[in-house]
């Protein structure tokens, strides 16, 4: 076995670097990147109240979310020296899945930091991608620290789960694909695209790659930051003691000013979903649409369902972000709502 060199250790933090902004031109260079290496998931119909409104089903992505698009844009550009020395994240479970298979498939060694009670099915899927866990406490500790060492310890690169401009770009891909499918779906591109929203990549990504589209970004009640943020226009934590929500994919304590500055730039608006709204749309997307969608990924659904967009244009789009749940709390929503009519 040849063993290289050592790998080199940085001597900053990653909060010290100077992050240049994302760009729409990025977002098509990474769209064409990763072409091939991410599925290009349907965009499917359904009638809502004699409206037919469209849903990108990214819960039918490789891992089970979006996060993958951003992630292998993100290592595809380590040269080969970073790929030699691995790279670390920190995520809840959809961006650790997204680093782990990219970095599998680049043959990368990858550490992944996260929340002991995040979902197995999470976990898991991020340890069967070949990648080390490496689990800490969601209410005491300090994920970003927690990766700073493990940085500053190995010389690894840090893939950050939304607060890089390569992540934002490859999210944007979605966008991308959405405009494609709309024009030879629907017969023109998307007036409205409504989608969840945790640390603001998705929502940045796709904004950039639909400048002529009006976005909604939906969050979970008590952890709609982004909103906060948008309305005061500088990231504003979540407020401690955190509020409990089914929504884990969606628990970002605080939004990266990247993100922030694309989706308030474009004056996108932000709304709030309970836990009860999310299990309607998580049923409903069982019962009407035939996918399997967990809480946080289908908080953009929720808010429709719920009445809470007003008027929708013509070309309505929903993203559906993720279908990673665990099993148990999926069939106790199925069940609880077993008996209700579905529009």
């Not at 709309?182 to 990504?205: D, H, S, W, Y």
């Not at 929500?245 to 993100?259: G, H």
């Not at 749309?281 to 399997?292: Q, S």
């Amino acid at each position: 076995m040849v063993v290289g060199p050592p790998c080199k250790v940085l001597l900053f933090s990653e909060g010290d670097m100077i992050k240049r902004a994302p760009t729409p031109g990025g977002v098509a260079a990474a769209a064409d990147r990763i072409a091939g290496l991410v599925i290009h998931t349907p965009l499917l119909p359904f009638t809502w109240r004699g409206q037919t409104i469209w849903v990108k089903a990214e819960c039918l992505q490789t891992g089970g979310a979006f996060k993958l698009r951003g992630a292998t844009n993100r290592l595809l550009q380590l040269t080969p020296e970073e790929r030699r020395c691995g790279v670390v994240a920190f995520s809840s479970g959809n961006h650790a899945q997204g680093v782990a298979i990219a970095a599998q498939r680049l043959g990368i060694a990858a550490t992944i930091i996260m929340p002991s009670d995040a979902p197995s099915v999470k976990k898991d899927g991020t340890r069967a991608a070949g990648a080390r866990v490496v689990e800490y406490d969601r209410a005491t500790g300090d994920r970003e620290a927690i990766g700073a060492q493990l940085v500053a310890e190995s010389g690894a690169t840090l893939v950050p789960p939304f607060d890089d401009p390569h992540i934002i770009e490859g999210q944007g891909s979605v966008g991308v694909e959405i405009a494609n499918q709309m024009v030879e779906l629907a017969g023109g591109r998307p007036q409205l695209v409504i989608l969840p929203c945790g640390g603001g990549g998705l929502a940045a990504g796709t904004t950039l790659a639909l400048p002529d589209a009006d976005i909604v970004v939906v969050e979970p009640e008590g952890w709609d930051d982004m909103g906060h943020s948008i309305a005061r226009g500088e990231p504003v934590p979540v407020a401690d003691p955190f509020a409990p929500t089914l929504c884990d994919a969606l628990q970002t304590r605080q939004v990266s000013p990247l993100t922030l500055q694309v989706v308030r730039d474009r004056h996108a608006r932000a709304l709030a979903v309970s836990d009860a709204e999310v299990s309607a749309a998580v049923a409903f997307a069982a019962r009407k649409l035939r996918l399997v969608v967990e809480p946080g990924g289908a908080a953009a659904l929720a808010a429709l369902l719920a009445g809470k967009i007003g008027m929708l244009p013509e070309r309505t789009v929903i993203v559906l972000s993720g279908g990673n749940v665990d099993p148990l709390l999926y069939a106790e929503i199925i069940r609880s709502h077993a008996a209700e009519v579905i529009e």
